[in-house]
């Protein structure tokens, strides 16, 4: 394999500091201007400041081993170089990029200087790869911790059976654990619709066990809530099983992600008892960062980002005649009051530890795979984490569908023993929400 030069942006950094040990035994470049700009973040007291000054800690260190402007050699093989150029662009291009003409500067300087290789600006600025483009640069995007979403992992699945299989699954609550359909491999706890000639069931895979069980029938409303598909029975029973702890619920709008995280979790708390409260947050920016300039204090700053979180906890107790407490606007309020509940910015979660508590994280598509780890390292004994989020809404700048935690998450817990996985697809909302989900 011909060694390339691989020329980093500022962004690919700040989104994954061990980035440079991740171009296997081709060489790395960092254009000075990047660690200048690394340097304006060390600072800050969020997620990219963290990262900039893991950024600033490798390079230190590397730096000890020789001359960074000549090259330091890379566990990997590679070298790692520090590139200094006075090289300047032709007069179109806008002053107002500055930073990234000097990248791209760079980038021509070192392909330039080593023609014999292949010079590669890779960069999480699609604007910035067009721009390359255009001066007759290679620019890639950042993919090495990308997971495609077509490949992503569902969590459940359609199997045919041998007639009278099904019955047997209905008499005996499980069958040997058939073959999976051609071109998969069976996951721990993923889902099952399984049907033969006559029936259908739906099941859960025991592949330790080796069983294809069937899943338990929910007979009783879950405060007041029904699954309306076979996707809403698995995610609930996924999150009232005692022996999954961590539970993903991927799926667009008005799925019932959320509701029916809540619904489990309201049930498991106030009824059952098994946890000693719900800790409820979402993601309001980059975590670490402070909520911002709102009037208040923290309760009043976050409930604009937290409202969804209310209306859902709202429509609950209103489906379980606990309307005194919805007129009054006092419902999620007496959940607090009395402990049950907790609401809470991101924010503030690192360095707890969370024990025998229910912790829902919506919208957990804005999550890096460091804030994920952040969050899931803060579970204590007993404690049982739900993330829902629709990798197709990305808010986060610097993520995108296929690199956020969520999906990240998915991949990396699929099959172990403790985590399970449900895609929801099918729209429970309103017809009109699902015909603008579909169509627009």
Request: aromatic residues 6%.
């Amino acid at each position: 394999m011909h060694k390339k030069n691989f020329v980093l942006d500022t962004n690919v950094l700040l989104h994954d500091p061990e980035a440079i040990f991740h171009f296997q035994e081709h060489d790395v470049c960092i254009p000075i201007v990047v660690i200048e700009e690394v340097d304006t973040f060390k600072k800050a007291a969020n997620e990219l400041g963290r990262n900039a000054r893991e950024v600033s800690r490798h390079i230190d260190k590397l730096r000890q081993e020789g001359s960074l402007v000549e090259g330091v050699p890379l566990p990997n093989g590679g070298i790692l170089r520090v590139v200094v150029t006075d090289r300047e662009l032709p007069s179109g291009f806008r002053i107002s990029h500055q930073a990234d003409n000097r990248i791209m500067a760079t980038a021509l300087h070192v392909q330039e200087q080593d023609e014999e290789r292949l010079t590669i600006l890779v960069t999480l600025d699609t604007s910035l790869r067009i721009r390359a483009n255009a001066l007759g640069l290679e620019a890639e995007d950042y993919d090495v911790d990308r997971i495609t979403l077509d490949e992503l992992y569902p969590g459940s699945t359609e199997i045919e059976l041998a007639p009278g299989q099904v019955s047997r699954i209905f008499e005996d609550e499980s069958i040997p654990l058939p073959e999976p359909p051609e071109g998969e491999v069976w996951y721990e706890n993923e889902y099952v619709l399984a049907r033969d000639d006559r029936a259908s069931a739906l099941c859960r895979v025991e592949l330790a066990e080796g069983q294809l069980r069937q899943t338990v029938g929910l007979k009783d409303p879950i405060w007041g809530i029904r699954p309306r598909n076979r996707e809403q029975h698995f995610a609930l029973d996924a999150c009232l099983r005692e022996d999954i702890r961590l539970v993903t619920l991927v799926g667009k709008a008005g799925t019932g992600k959320t509701l029916l995280a809540l619904a489990a979790a309201l049930h498991q708390v106030a009824e059952e008892e098994r946890y000693q409260r719900v800790l409820v947050s979402r993601p309001v920016m980059p975590l670490g960062r402070d909520i911002g300039f709102l009037p208040g204090d923290v309760e009043d700053k976050l409930k604009p980002w937290m409202q969804p979180i209310h209306d859902n906890v709202d429509f609950l107790l209103g489906l379980n005649n606990r309307s005194d407490r919805r007129q009054s606007g006092r419902g999620i309020g007496d959940l607090v009051g009395q402990g049950l509940m907790e609401i809470e910015p991101l924010t503030y979660i690192r360095g707890r530890s969370l024990p025998y508590q229910f912790i829902i994280i919506d919208e957990a598509q804005n999550l890096t795979p460091h804030e994920v780890k952040t969050i899931l390292t803060r579970a204590g004994d007993g404690t049982k984490i739900v993330l829902t989020g629709d990798p197709y809404q990305i808010d986060h700048p610097y993520v995108d569908s296929v690199s956020n935690g969520l999906t990240y998450l998915v991949e990396h817990f699929k099959g172990l023993p403790i985590a399970a996985t449900v895609t929801l697809r099918k729209g429970e909302r309103s017809e009109l929400a699902e015909l603008a989900s579909n169509v627009l």
